[in-house]
C-alpha cells in the first residue's frame, strides 16, 4: 500500500490547498467566477446559464442520453474551469443547485414517461418544483476522475458535488443516494482537451470500471459529470454500470461542448 492509496499524500495536498485558498480570499475579493461581477460566488446571470436542458445522446449501445446544465463556452466555461482547475470550491453549492434543479426536470420526464430518457423533444418547460410524488429512487454516481487528475486536484470534484445534489434532492422529497463505484483507471493526458473525438475514445476505450453492484433494480441511475464533449467517458459509464445491474441509466452534465458539424 502507498501513501497515496494510504491517504496520507491527499491529506497533506487537500491541507495546503485549503491554506492557499485561504490567502487568496484574504488577500483577493471573492469575484463571480463565471464573469468576475463583485461579491459573487455565481452571479444571477451566470446561475442563468445553467438553467438549460441540452440533450446529448450517447454512444452507447441501447439508447440512453445525458443532460446537460449549459452549453461549455464563454460565462459557463469560465466558470467551470475555476471551479475544477483553479481550486474555486465554493461553486460546489451554487454547481449542484443547478444539477439537482435539472435532475427534478429529468426525473419529470423519466417518471411521466417511460420511454422518454432517449426522446430529446420531452424536456417539459417546468416552472418551479414538479410534482415528485411517488416517484422511484435516484441513485446518483459521480463520473470517475484518474488518480492523477485527483492527485492534481487535490480532490475528486464529482463527488462533492453529487453529494450535495443528492442533499438537495432529498430536500425535495426524492429519495436519493450516491453510489461512487465508477473507477477510471490508466488514463494518460488531461480529460478535455483539443485531440479529436476518435483519440479521446480510444485513450479511454475500457478504463471505467465499477467496484461494485446497482442493488436496486428500479432506481433511476443517473451518471454525474462536469463536461460532456464527445459523449465517450459518459457511455463507457453506462456500460459499466449496466454490467453492475443498472436498468434505468440517464446522464447527467453541468456542461455540454457545443456540436461539432
Ligand atoms: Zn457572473
Not at 461549455?72 to 453549492?93: M, P, Q, T
Not at 465499477?210 to 436496486?216: C, E, L, Q, R, S
Not at 457511455?235 to 457545443?258: D, E, F, I, M, N
Request: charged share 25%; aromatic share 4%.
Amino acid at each position: 500500500m502507498n501513501m497515496f492509496d494510504m491517504g496520507i499524500i491527499p491529506t497533506m495536498a487537500r491541507t495546503l490547498r485549503t491554506l492557499a485558498l485561504g490567502f487568496r480570499d484574504l488577500l483577493l475579493p471573492r469575484g463571480c467566477a463565471g464573469c468576475d461581477a463583485p461579491d459573487e460566488v455565481l452571479c444571477p446571470r451566470c446561475v442563468a446559464r445553467f438553467d438549460g436542458a441540452h440533450i446529448r445522446s450517447l454512444p452507447v449501445k441501447g439508447k440512453t442520453c445525458c443532460y446537460a446544465c449549459a452549453r461549455y463556452e464563454g460565462a459557463s466555461r469560465r466558470a467551470i474551469l475555476a471551479w475544477k482547475d483553479h481550486g474555486d470550491e465554493e461553486c460546489d453549492g451554487a454547481f449542484a443547485c443547478c444539477l439537482a434543479r435539472l435532475a427534478l426536470k429529468v426525473i419529470k420526464v423519466i417518471d411521466t414517461n417511460q420511454t422518454a430518457i432517449d426522446d430529446v423533444q420531452a424536456m417539459p418547460q417546468i416552472a418551479g418544483m414538479p410534482d415528485i410524488r411517488g416517484m422511484r429512487d435516484v441513485l446518483l454516481v459521480p463520473a470517475p476522475s484518474s488518480p492523477a487528475s485527483m492527485r492534481r486536484r487535490g480532490r475528486w470534484q464529482m463527488a462533492p458535488l453529487a453529494k450535495r445534489t443528492a442533499r438537495m434532492l432529498n430536500d425535495s422529497g426524492v429519495r436519493t443516494r450516491v453510489c461512487p463505484i465508477l473507477r477510471l483507471e490508466g488514463v494518460r493526458g488531461r480529460s478535455v482537451q483539443t485531440s479529436g473525438s476518435l483519440a479521446r475514445s480510444k485513450r479511454i476505450q475500457g478504463h471505467v470500471r465499477a467496484v461494485g453492484a446497482i442493488d436496486d433494480e428500479s432506481a433511476l441511475v443517473v451518471i454525474m459529470d462536469d463536461i460532456v464533449t464527445t459523449g465517450t467517458t459518459m457511455g463507457q459509464c453506462v456500460t459499466a454500470l449496466r454490467a453492475a445491474g443498472a436498468r434505468h441509466v440517464v446522464g447527467l452534465a453541468l456542461a455540454c461542448t457545443p456540436v461539432r458539424r
